[in-house]
């Protein structure tokens, strides 16, 4: 098995702000697995927030190099477990190992990787499409760009209920809010009447993720569901957001990929947790990878290939939020 590494710098239809950051490029990592005539492909981006700069992701995968290409007859499992030491410190790179190599395994038993897992996709959740902070015309110009039946809505400003009393006048389309740790309890708890009131579906980690008395309290006084992301990174966070929040919101380079991702959801379903994965502004490589776990999702937000300029792989295909399957096996994506 050899070991590829491709670097990008996606660019962005539009500024993309939230309420600690904006950006124009979203710098990402390609992970190629080759073994024989087969070809496995992993993604990760970069993140300020977490401190993952695309030179350490590729220092620490290639300072792994040897060890990476002697597991090629393992399983996916056994595969994650044996790199897991070497890169606990960052989650990122072992996510793009990882789905590269479920993608691989999968590929070589001639599946799909949700056949592989024994799922069946049927009833799949549609992806809601995201609307980064901005001016209220400039949002609705974006919803109007691209009609779409769910929006998730970048929030924590000081005008954020006047901001989606005004996008609520432009659609019908069901609205997410994700105030990415902006809130208080108080401030979530009087905003959430409103926002319900304004077709609000569920709040996304309105508050800090060290707030855990904030969230006692919001938790037991919201009128909408909270589903948590910042306040869920591994496995060992699931167990904790019970009593916390409604669900959870996988990110697989924040995990460390796919096969401790689909552990999370698992666990999260068994603790009776609303299940969803979110996406990072990746290529179509990433997001085909994610669309494998739906069978196990209530809700996902996998609309970062439809936030670039322009896209470096083909994979799945996503219209008016209803994701098909490629025809290829693994997770049927491919780089350009």
């Not at 927030?49 to 300072?63: A, F, G, S, V």
């Not at 209220?136 to 970048?154: D, G, N, R, S």
């Not at 910042?230 to 904790?240: A, G, N």
């Not at 460390?256 to 999260?268: D, F």
Request: proline share 3%; glycine share 6%.
């Amino acid at each position: 098995m050899k070991l590829k590494l491709h670097s990008f710098d996606l660019v962005l239809k539009h500024t993309f702000t939230i309420s600690r950051e904006s950006r124009n490029t979203q710098p990402t990592l390609i992970v190629e697995l080759v073994d024989g005539d087969f070809h496995g492909f992993g993604e990760t981006s970069s993140n300020t927030y977490y401190q993952i700069t695309m030179k350490n992701l590729i220092d620490e995968i290639t300072e792994h190099k040897a060890l990476i290409q002697s597991l090629s007859n393992v399983t996916p499992a056994i595969f994650w477990e044996k790199l897991q030491p070497f890169f606990k410190d960052n989650m990122f790179a072992l996510c793009a190992l990882d789905m590269a190599f479920n993608d691989l395994y999968a590929r070589k038993k001639g599946k799909k990787l949700y056949e592989s897992w024994g799922l069946n996709p049927k009833t799949n959740p549609m992806t809601d499409y995201t609307i980064g902070i901005d001016t209220v015309e400039k949002m609705v110009a974006k919803m109007k760009e691209l009609p779409w039946p769910i929006y998730k809505i970048k929030l924590g400003t000081k005008n954020d209920i006047e901001i989606v009393t005004e996008l609520r006048k432009h659609t019908e389309a069901v609205f997410r809010i994700d105030a990415n740790c902006g809130w208080t309890a108080d401030e979530a708890i009087k905003n959430a009447i409103k926002l319900k009131e304004l077709g609000v579906e569920f709040l996304e980690q309105p508050l800090k993720a060290d707030d855990i008395e904030g969230a006692k309290k919001l938790y037991k006084n919201s009128v909408l569901p909270i589903i948590a992301d910042e306040s869920c990174i591994v496995e060992s966070d699931v167990e904790k957001c019970v009593g916390l929040f409604h669900g959870v919101n996988v990110k697989l380079t924040k995990c460390g990929g796919l096969t401790p991702g689909k552990r999370m959801l698992e666990k999260a379903k068994e603790l009776g947790l609303k299940t969803m994965v979110g996406c990072m502004t990746e290529s179509s490589i990433g997001i085909s990878a994610i669309a494998h776990l739906l069978p196990l999702l209530d809700y996902v937000d996998m609309d970062g290939s439809l936030l670039l300029k322009e896209d470096i792989a083909t994979g799945i295909n996503i219209k008016n939020g209803v994701i098909s399957y490629a025809n290829e096996n693994g997770i049927g994506a491919n780089l350009l």
